[in-house]
């Protein structure tokens, strides 16, 4: 029996409370003892923290010394008082058989004591395999809203949803206001009705797009599976999965797991809404004899019969909307035929490879490869803009970090699209345009060299592609790479002819030939480790890029273009760079902001000033906005463009260096230019 509710957020702190999860109901019992961290279960019960709190716990386990709460406060970017606030949460919590308890050290910090070793190898046990993630925090809560809104097509009662959150109905109140936003950025809008409660009203087409949106950003890149009963039932999710492989399989139609799964994802979330009597309203694909309507239309009848669900005919012009929007893997066959694309798709490939070559000059304007990939890239971003389908880019930031030239690229190309078809290009998209532009500057590094090397890559064409000439460049001496396939592919390959795989994900036991997991991007800890294996090499070269002359610490600023300007006119005054430079750093901030986390922005120039390669160095007192994050550490960058070729180790380096939160904290606090060249010149010593 449910004998009361806990009215607010922050109730779960109290010490007489006890929380029990029913099974049966999923109910919060609780009566006049103290909490307990278990569920009835035996499973540690995550739900009474908060997602700070269990990172907080999380590394107080992963130390064995004193840590002080300004050093707590800093790592977690929150204030003394919080941490303190959080810590005395955790030590009431884990005062119940936990086997361990916080020791709070005065004038020095906290610590973790063991007290009862068979009760923390218990916990311990429960504690890292938990993954009940509660809604605690208000963002969490307010996701949380808005899934259950999209995916309800009744009225959701006030009362009901603070139950199920276990929160008030003030405090829900309130959240639905953030959920309100979200919506409204989605074209849609919130409808509440006196004694019935709240509902989404708005276009099918964009709750759906909504849905999805919010399911993949959870999706890993194989494993469909952690949308169990959210949409669909994992047993009729791998229905699904077999249906659509088995129809592109028979048309050849191939794509990558990460396309595959969207496509998945969009197809069960048409079965549900059909089932709740929620239909698209749109008119069909045309032509009806595009390979991928006919195909469409297989894998819906397909579906019928096995899931008892009567699919309208837009419903299928709604699957054949989505294979049309997909990336496809750049086969042999597609490289061949490649001139048989639309003449203006290709016209407009050919200008923004000539727009890039012009104002970067990386000599890859007679690039084949380039020039066929982009124009089959180009066929599907048109069909997603001409059907407002908005599309995310999982690696957007690491692509960014990694290959900042090929971004440079895939900006100025962009605005070609944006002039000769009249559309503003996202940022998601600007990274897949990336992807291929960083591909063809891979192919200008290579040496022709023999190795049997298989490449299992689950994000699509632009970054199998740009992994294969990456690995090739980089280990040309090494490895020889036979081939790219997507997981589900794999079988087709003769172990015979493999001696190693290197992949994005983990592969199955099955699979007996030696292999190693890389990042898709091949970002520089996974250039590290295999430079580690395969050479051995560990020099820095990072010192030998910076501007001893500009160097600007502890400064006071407010804004990033203050911070630009100020750093341009100097460069200028001492003759490092021409006029113009200020202009074009703005504007390329203006593009795309060069923030990347980590408290660290590197703003750059669009094109180059000066004949040399170099970076620069401010730190701020205290960290400020620029765009959606913090800074207070600034590189600002440029890039000569005769050394595009050679940039490579600088560029590993310098991203391992702004990428370690010791060593920016370290040049955060640097007082004088000697300690920033000790930090830069021992860049490798604990990364």
């Known amino acids: 029996m449910v004998i009361g509710k806990l009215l607010c957020s922050k109730c779960y702190i109290n010490s007489w409370i006890i929380l029990f999860f029913s099974i049966n109901k999923g109910k919060i019992i609780y009566s006049n003892k103290r909490k307990s961290i278990y569920n009835q279960s035996g499973v540690f019960n995550m739900r009474i923290l908060t997602k700070r709190q269990e990172e907080l716990l999380r590394f107080l386990l992963s130390i064995d010394t004193i840590v002080s709460g300004k ?30 308890k916080i020791l709070s050290i005065r004038g020095k910090g906290y610590k973790i004591e063991i007290e009862d070793s068979s009760k923390l190898n218990s916990f311990l046990d429960c504690f890292k395999n938990s993954e009940n993630k509660f809604p605690v925090e208000p963002e969490e809560r307010a996701n949380y809203l808005l ?54 009203e708005g276009e099918e087409k964009k709750r759906r797009y909504a849905i999805s949106e919010n399911v993949i950003s959870h999706l890993s890149d194989q494993n469909i599976n952690i949308i169990n009963d959210l949409i669909l039932p994992v047993d009729e999710m791998l229905i699904l999965k077999n249906i659509v492989l088995k129809r592109l399989k ?17 197809i069960a979330i048409a079965c549900k809404r059909i089932r709740g009597g929620d239909y698209i309203q749109m008119q069909k694909v045309q032509p009806f004899h595009e390979k991928e309507f006919v195909v469409a239309q297989k894998i819906i009848r397909n579906i019928s019969d096995q899931l008892a669900i009567r699919f309208p005919d837009v419903e299928s012009s709604y699957v054949a909307m989505h294979l049309m929007g997909t990336k496809l893997f750049f086969n042999k066959e597609e490289r061949s035929n490649w001139s048989k694309l639309e003449k203006k798709i290709s016209q407009v490939a050919r200008e923004m490879i000539a727009e890039v070559e012009n104002k970067l000059n990386l000599k890859i304007g007679e690039d084949p490869e380039l020039l066929a990939s982009l124009s089959l890239h180009l066929k599907p971003v048109l069909h997603r803009y001409e059907n407002n389908m908005p599309i995310r880019n999982t690696m957007l930031e690491a692509i960014k970090i990694n290959y900042p030239i090929a971004f440079e690229a895939a900006i100025i190309a962009s605005k070609v699209i944006e002039r000769r078809f009249s559309i503003l290009v996202d940022e998601p998209e600007v990274g897949f345009i990336a992807l291929h532009f960083g591909a063809a500057i891979e192919r200008t590094k290579i040496e022709r060299k023999a190795k049997r090397c298989l490449i299992v890559c689950t994000t699509g ?33 003769d172990e015979d002819n493999i001696d190693l795989i290197i992949s994005t994900v983990p592969l199955s036991d099955d699979i007996k030939i030696p292999y190693v997991v890389v990042d898709a991007l091949l970002d520089g800890n996974s250039i590290a480790q295999l430079e580690k294996t395969i050479i051995g090499d560990n020099h ?84 400020i906005p620029w765009n959606n994050k913090l800074v207070q550490v600034v590189c600002f960058l440029h890039i000569a463009t005769h050394d595009m070729e050679e ?23 640097a007082k004088d230019s000697v300690a920033v060249l000790k930090i830069v010149e021992n860049l490798h010593e604990n990364i």
């Open 461 to 493: 064409l632009g970054s199998s592609r740009l992994l294969f000439y990456k690995l090739r460049s980089k280990f040309s001496d090494k490895i020889s790479i036979v081939g790219t396939t997507e997981l589900h592919n794999i079988g087709l390959y």
């Open 71 to 100: 050093e707590l406060a800093e790592k977690f970017s929150i204030t003394s008082r919080t941490i303190r606030n959080d810590v005395a949460d955790l030590a009431n919590i884990l005062s119940i058989d936990s086997g361990i």
């Open 540 to 623: 820095s070269i990072a010192l030998l890029y910076l501007n001893r002359e500009s160097i600007y610490l502890n400064k006071e600023f407010q804004t990033p273009e203050e911070i630009i300007k100020y750093i341009g006119e100097d460069l200028i005054s001492k003759n490092y760079v021409n006029d113009g430079i200020v202009e074009s750093a703005l504007a390329r901030e203006k593009a795309a902001a060069t923030s990347f986390g980590n408290f660290v922005a590197m703003p750059h120039p669009l094109e180059s000033f000066s004949n040399d390669t170099f970076w620069s160095l401010l730190t701020l007192n205290h960290p």
């Open 250 to 266: 028979e048309a050849n139609l191939n794509l990558s797991d990460m396309a595959l799964n969207n496509l998945i994802v969009h």
């Open 647 to 669: 940039l490579e180790p600088f560029y590993n380096e310098l991203l391992s260096l702004l990428e370690s939160k010791d060593k920016v904290k370290k040049l955060a606090q």
């Open 147 to 200: 899934n259950r809104l999209l995916l309800s097509s009744e009225y959701l009662k006030l009362d009901d949803l603070a139950e199920e959150l276990y929160i008030s109905r003030s405090t829900v109140q309130n959240d639905l206001l953030n959920v309100k936003v979200l919506l409204e950025n989605r074209g849609m809008s919130l409808l509440a009705k006196q004694n019935r409660g709240f509902i989404i």
